[in-house]
T-cell receptor, first 116, second 115 residues
Framework: AQKVTQAQTEISVVEKEDVTLDCVYETRDTTYYLFWYKQPPSGELVFLIRRNSFDEQNEISGRYSWNFQKSTSSFNFTITASQVVDSAVYFCALSESSGGYQKVTFGTGTKLQVIP | EAGVAQSPRYKIIEKRQSVAFWCNPISGHATLYWYQQILGQGPKLLIQFQNNGVVDDSQLPKDRFSAERLKGVDSTLKIQPAKLEDSAVYLC?????????????FGSGTQLSVL
Protein backbone atom coordinates (compact mmCIF):
# COMPACT_ATOMS: atom_id res chain seq x y z
CA ALA A 1 0.00 0.00 0.00
CA GLN A 2 1.27 3.43 -0.91
CA LYS A 3 2.31 5.26 2.22
CA VAL A 4 2.37 8.77 0.83
CA THR A 5 -0.20 9.86 -1.72
CA GLN A 6 -0.07 13.05 -3.72
CA ALA A 7 -3.17 12.90 -5.85
CA GLN A 8 -2.38 16.06 -7.82
CA THR A 9 0.01 15.19 -10.62
CA GLU A 10 0.28 18.65 -12.14
CA ILE A 11 -1.04 22.06 -11.19
CA SER A 12 -0.84 25.29 -13.16
CA VAL A 13 -1.51 28.66 -11.60
CA VAL A 14 -1.07 32.23 -12.68
CA GLU A 15 1.56 34.22 -10.85
CA LYS A 16 0.37 35.74 -7.55
CA GLU A 17 -2.32 33.12 -7.08
CA ASP A 18 -2.29 30.96 -3.98
CA VAL A 19 -1.84 27.23 -4.46
CA THR A 20 -2.29 24.28 -2.11
CA LEU A 21 -0.54 20.96 -2.59
CA ASP A 22 -2.23 17.95 -1.04
CA CYS A 23 -0.58 15.06 0.77
CA VAL A 24 -2.16 12.07 2.49
CA TYR A 25 -0.04 9.56 4.35
CA GLU A 26 -0.41 6.20 6.02
CA THR A 27 1.49 4.94 9.05
CA ARG A 28 1.01 2.77 12.12
CA ASP A 29 3.60 4.68 14.09
CA THR A 30 2.52 7.23 16.67
CA THR A 31 5.76 9.15 16.32
CA TYR A 32 6.80 10.31 12.89
CA TYR A 33 7.74 13.37 10.89
CA LEU A 34 6.36 14.79 7.69
CA PHE A 35 8.38 16.79 5.22
CA TRP A 36 7.98 18.79 2.05
CA TYR A 37 10.82 18.94 -0.45
CA LYS A 38 11.12 20.99 -3.63
CA GLN A 39 12.80 19.70 -6.79
CA PRO A 40 13.52 22.50 -9.28
CA PRO A 41 14.51 21.73 -12.88
CA SER A 42 18.16 21.48 -11.78
CA GLY A 43 17.21 18.19 -10.10
CA GLU A 44 18.43 18.68 -6.53
CA LEU A 45 15.74 18.12 -3.91
CA VAL A 46 15.70 20.87 -1.32
CA PHE A 47 14.16 20.66 2.13
CA LEU A 48 11.30 23.09 2.75
CA ILE A 49 9.44 22.26 5.95
CA ARG A 50 8.92 19.48 8.49
CA ARG A 51 6.34 18.75 11.14
CA ASN A 52 6.29 16.14 13.90
CA SER A 53 3.30 13.97 14.61
CA PHE A 54 2.63 15.56 17.98
CA ASP A 55 2.37 19.12 16.78
CA GLU A 56 -0.76 19.92 14.84
CA GLN A 57 -0.30 23.65 15.13
CA ASN A 58 -0.32 25.07 11.67
CA GLU A 59 2.39 27.54 10.82
CA ILE A 60 3.31 30.17 8.33
CA SER A 61 6.84 30.82 7.17
CA GLY A 62 7.06 33.63 4.68
CA ARG A 63 4.95 32.64 1.69
CA TYR A 64 4.76 29.02 2.84
CA SER A 65 2.20 27.59 5.22
CA TRP A 66 1.13 24.09 6.08
CA ASN A 67 -1.94 22.40 7.45
CA PHE A 68 -1.35 19.18 9.37
CA GLN A 69 -4.44 17.20 10.35
CA LYS A 70 -3.74 13.94 12.10
CA SER A 71 -7.40 12.92 12.05
CA THR A 72 -7.39 12.80 8.27
CA SER A 73 -3.69 11.90 7.87
CA SER A 74 -3.13 14.93 5.72
CA PHE A 75 -0.25 17.36 5.47
CA ASN A 76 -1.10 20.03 2.95
CA PHE A 77 1.27 22.76 1.82
CA THR A 78 0.26 26.20 0.61
CA ILE A 79 2.26 28.76 -1.31
CA THR A 80 0.81 32.24 -1.07
CA ALA A 81 1.24 34.72 -3.90
CA SER A 82 3.02 32.23 -6.13
CA GLN A 83 6.04 33.29 -8.18
CA VAL A 84 7.59 31.87 -11.32
CA VAL A 85 10.54 30.64 -9.23
CA ASP A 86 8.12 28.37 -7.37
CA SER A 87 7.79 26.25 -10.52
CA ALA A 88 9.11 22.85 -9.53
CA VAL A 89 8.08 19.37 -8.46
CA TYR A 90 7.07 19.19 -4.82
CA PHE A 91 7.40 16.01 -2.80
CA CYS A 92 5.73 15.11 0.44
CA ALA A 93 7.68 12.62 2.56
CA LEU A 94 7.00 10.52 5.64
CA SER A 95 9.82 9.73 8.06
CA GLU A 96 9.36 6.79 10.42
CA SER A 97 11.61 4.80 12.67
CA SER A 98 12.52 1.38 11.30
CA GLY A 99 14.85 -0.83 13.33
CA GLY A 100 16.14 2.25 15.10
CA TYR A 101 16.89 4.09 11.88
CA GLN A 102 15.11 6.76 9.92
CA LYS A 103 13.08 5.46 6.99
CA VAL A 104 11.89 8.11 4.55
CA THR A 105 9.17 7.42 1.99
CA PHE A 106 8.39 9.93 -0.71
CA GLY A 107 5.17 10.57 -2.57
CA THR A 108 5.00 10.67 -6.34
CA GLY A 109 5.26 14.43 -6.46
CA THR A 110 3.16 17.32 -7.72
CA LYS A 111 4.49 19.36 -10.60
CA LEU A 112 3.68 23.03 -10.12
CA GLN A 113 3.84 25.43 -13.01
CA VAL A 114 3.50 29.12 -12.24
CA ILE A 115 2.62 31.07 -15.34
CA PRO A 116 3.77 34.69 -15.52
CA GLU B 1 29.58 24.25 3.62
CA ALA B 2 29.95 21.98 0.61
CA GLY B 3 26.86 20.07 -0.43
CA VAL B 4 26.45 16.47 -1.52
CA ALA B 5 28.63 15.82 -4.54
CA GLN B 6 27.71 13.31 -7.21
CA SER B 7 29.35 12.25 -10.44
CA PRO B 8 28.92 11.83 -13.28
CA ARG B 9 26.01 14.16 -14.00
CA TYR B 10 24.92 12.18 -17.05
CA LYS B 11 25.66 8.71 -18.33
CA ILE B 12 24.52 6.90 -21.45
CA ILE B 13 25.22 3.18 -21.81
CA GLU B 14 23.90 0.23 -23.72
CA LYS B 15 22.01 -2.56 -22.02
CA ARG B 16 24.16 -5.25 -20.44
CA GLN B 17 26.99 -2.77 -19.87
CA SER B 18 28.19 -1.78 -16.42
CA VAL B 19 28.07 1.63 -14.80
CA ALA B 20 29.16 3.17 -11.51
CA PHE B 21 28.07 6.30 -9.71
CA TRP B 22 29.97 8.14 -7.02
CA CYS B 23 28.71 10.19 -4.09
CA ASN B 24 30.48 12.26 -1.47
CA PRO B 25 28.14 13.32 1.33
CA ILE B 26 28.32 16.42 3.46
CA SER B 27 31.24 16.20 5.86
CA GLY B 28 30.24 14.65 9.16
CA HIS B 29 27.01 13.15 7.90
CA ALA B 30 26.75 9.59 9.17
CA THR B 31 23.82 8.46 7.06
CA LEU B 32 23.98 8.09 3.30
CA TYR B 33 21.13 7.14 0.99
CA TRP B 34 20.89 6.10 -2.63
CA TYR B 35 17.53 6.73 -4.27
CA GLN B 36 16.30 5.83 -7.73
CA GLN B 37 13.92 8.30 -9.35
CA ILE B 38 12.18 7.13 -12.49
CA LEU B 39 10.70 9.88 -14.66
CA GLY B 40 7.43 11.10 -13.21
CA GLN B 41 7.81 9.21 -9.95
CA GLY B 42 9.06 9.97 -6.47
CA PRO B 43 12.46 8.87 -5.20
CA LYS B 44 12.59 5.21 -4.22
CA LEU B 45 15.14 4.12 -1.63
CA LEU B 46 17.67 1.62 -2.91
CA ILE B 47 20.09 1.42 -0.01
CA GLN B 48 20.82 3.24 3.22
CA PHE B 49 24.14 3.31 5.07
CA GLN B 50 24.88 4.25 8.62
CA ASN B 51 28.60 5.05 8.60
CA ASN B 52 30.00 2.09 6.62
CA GLY B 53 27.25 -0.38 7.50
CA VAL B 54 24.10 -1.16 5.52
CA VAL B 55 20.88 -0.57 7.49
CA ASP B 56 18.36 -1.02 4.67
CA ASP B 57 18.83 -2.59 1.26
CA SER B 58 15.44 -4.26 1.03
CA GLN B 59 14.61 -2.63 -2.32
CA LEU B 60 18.00 -3.03 -3.93
CA PRO B 61 17.96 -5.49 -6.88
CA LYS B 62 20.93 -7.38 -5.55
CA ASP B 63 21.37 -9.52 -8.65
CA ARG B 64 22.57 -6.47 -10.56
CA PHE B 65 23.02 -3.58 -8.13
CA SER B 66 25.72 -3.22 -5.52
CA ALA B 67 26.86 -0.39 -3.31
CA GLU B 68 29.61 0.24 -0.84
CA ARG B 69 30.73 2.87 1.60
CA LEU B 70 34.00 1.38 2.73
CA LYS B 71 35.40 4.13 4.93
CA GLY B 72 32.09 5.55 6.02
CA VAL B 73 32.49 8.63 3.85
CA ASP B 74 31.99 8.48 0.10
CA SER B 75 30.01 5.78 -1.64
CA THR B 76 29.78 4.01 -4.98
CA LEU B 77 26.67 2.48 -6.54
CA LYS B 78 27.19 -0.01 -9.37
CA ILE B 79 24.86 -1.61 -11.87
CA GLN B 80 26.08 -4.72 -13.65
CA PRO B 81 24.60 -5.56 -16.13
CA ALA B 82 22.25 -2.66 -16.84
CA LYS B 83 18.74 -3.15 -18.17
CA LEU B 84 16.52 -0.74 -20.06
CA GLU B 85 14.33 -0.27 -16.98
CA ASP B 86 17.31 1.06 -15.03
CA SER B 87 17.02 4.35 -16.92
CA ALA B 88 16.42 6.86 -14.15
CA VAL B 89 18.02 9.56 -12.05
CA TYR B 90 20.11 8.19 -9.21
CA LEU B 91 20.08 10.50 -6.24
CA CYS B 92 22.44 10.45 -3.34
CA UNK B 93 21.44 12.05 -0.06
CA UNK B 94 22.95 12.37 3.38
CA UNK B 95 21.80 13.28 6.86
CA UNK B 96 23.59 14.04 10.07
CA UNK B 97 22.13 11.26 12.18
CA UNK B 98 19.46 8.60 12.34
CA UNK B 99 16.55 10.38 14.00
CA UNK B 100 13.21 10.61 12.25
CA UNK B 101 13.42 14.40 12.28
CA UNK B 102 16.59 14.51 10.20
CA UNK B 103 16.29 16.42 6.98
CA UNK B 104 17.96 14.95 3.95
CA UNK B 105 20.45 16.85 1.82
CA PHE B 106 20.50 15.75 -1.81
CA GLY B 107 23.02 15.88 -4.59
CA SER B 108 22.09 16.89 -8.13
CA GLY B 109 21.83 13.26 -9.20
CA THR B 110 23.16 11.17 -12.04
CA GLN B 111 20.85 10.79 -15.01
CA LEU B 112 21.30 7.33 -16.51
CA SER B 113 20.02 6.40 -19.93
CA VAL B 114 20.21 2.74 -20.91
CA LEU B 115 19.81 2.17 -24.66
Amino acid sequence: AQKVTQAQTEISVVEKEDVTLDCVYETRDTTYYLFWYKQPPSGELVFLIRRNSFDEQNEISGRYSWNFQKSTSSFNFTITASQVVDSAVYFCALSESSGGYQKVTFGTGTKLQVIP
Amino acid sequence: EAGVAQSPRYKIIEKRQSVAFWCNPISGHATLYWYQQILGQGPKLLIQFQNNGVVDDSQLPKDRFSAERLKGVDSTLKIQPAKLEDSAVYLCASSLGISTNEKLFFGSGTQLSVL
